[in-house]
């Protein structure tokens, strides 16, 4: 038995998805869990070098033995979770969706234009936030999976008790990752910046209490960093310290070419930083992982760029994670050197290598 947990360390962005489906080819993990709602995509660059983005599947879906849910505790729009399936082929027996998901509908939507939560916080307006409070006040126009399957049908098939799924599973040794959503930076309850955050907690222990299994079943919890976090455009998302220009970035890194990201759902440019150690350190005190995944090594330094073994990373990059695992205390276990999910590496090596680089301190 084994049960995965994977979070973002920073605020949405760190590369959980590419983590993920890399854990689920890796160990061939039985179940994948996907928390949270469409105002999230979680993405990776297949090796047929296209960008899969989900909004609603877990990217588990690369391992074509993976058993896909959505829990209790994510929000659904039908029309996404049926384009996702269509899009990338997934009959629906392999689909699980709990019965009590929330249903997110037009109403929220417009809820959500009409509170101008695009202005003041940076809304991707999916619904979400305002799905969420319509369940918690309990009102007799909130509609769970169970209660649409008339007016979808191809529901129907996938309707089940995702929390009685994934407890059977690990009593039958089987292995269940939970891929959680956004960032820790970003909690409704333990982020510094309320209320420039999101709708939900983005905890490890919050997104098993969304699929509805105990933390003692807990076996790795994997805290996903990128060397430079970002956060959605605009300064009405909240603050972002030690904040940088994507020409900063290019310069620095000696990328041969300008690079910028864009959000996944409203396509704007997303801002970045430098690294921040304290955040870093607060989200692995609180998630307490077993684990430690960092993305962008090449956006450190482009010497790192699609390396294929730890041999290869620049002293650079070696110099960072050796700070930062002096600062959080523990090891690096991925790293990634690109946008693909082939650029993630195990980083197994690295020790006996970083171990020789105490002279060499953290970019500025």
Request: one cysteine or more.
């Amino acid at each position: 038995m084994s049960l995965w947990v994977v979070v973002g360390g920073q605020y949405g962005s760190e590369g959980k998805g590419k983590v993920s489906a890399f854990i689920t080819k890796q160990e061939d993990i039985d179940i994948c869990v996907r928390c949270g709602g469409p105002n999230s995509g979680h993405s990776f660059v297949n090796e047929n070098g296209k960008t899969v983005v989900l909004r609603q599947l877990s990217t588990g879906y690369v391992n074509p033995r993976t058993r896909l849910l959505i829990p209790a505790g994510a929000q659904i729009d039908p029309v996404i979770l049926r384009q996702e399936m269509e899009s990338l082929d997934l009959r629906p027996q392999r689909i699980g969706i709990d019965r009590n998901a929330l249903i997110i509908d037009e109403r929220d939507r417009e809820e959500e234009r009409r509170l101008h939560l695009r202005e003041r916080l940076s809304s991707t307006l999916c619904g979400v936030g305002a799905a969420q409070a319509r369940r918690v006040l309990r009102g007799s126009d909130v509609r769970l999976a169970k209660d649409v399957v008339e007016e979808h049908s191809w529901l129907r098939e996938c309707i089940t008790d995702v929390s009685n799924e994934v407890n059977a599973a690990l009593d039958q040794d089987m292995k269940v990752l939970v891929e959680g959503t956004q960032g820790f930076g970003l909690s409704l309850y333990h982020s510094e910046h309320y209320p420039k955050t999101t709708s939900r907690d983005t905890t490890a222990a919050g997104f098993l209490s969304e699929v509805g299994v105990s933390p003692r079943l807990v076996t790795e919890i994997v805290v996903v960093f990128r060397t430079f976090p970002i956060r959605v455009a605009g300064e009405q998302a909240g603050p972002l310290k030690y904040e940088i220009t994507w020409d900063q970035l290019q310069r620095e890194s000696g990328y041969p070419h300008s690079i910028e990201e864009r959000t996944t759902v409203t396509n704007k440019v997303r801002r970045i930083a430098r690294f921040d150690f304290d955040l870093a350190k607060k989200a692995v005190d609180i998630n307490r992982p077993t684990k430690l995944a960092l993305n962008g090594l090449d956006y450190l330094d482009y010497k790192s760029w699609g390396v294929r073994t730890c041999d290869a990373l620049s002293n650079r990059s070696l110099a960072f994670l050796k700070v930062l695992k002096t600062h959080v205390g523990m090891p690096i276990d991925y790293v990634g050197v690109g946008p693909k999910l082939s650029d993630l590496l195990n980083a197994t090596e690295i020790e006996c290598h970083a171990s020789e680089l105490s002279h060499l301190t953290a970019p500025r």
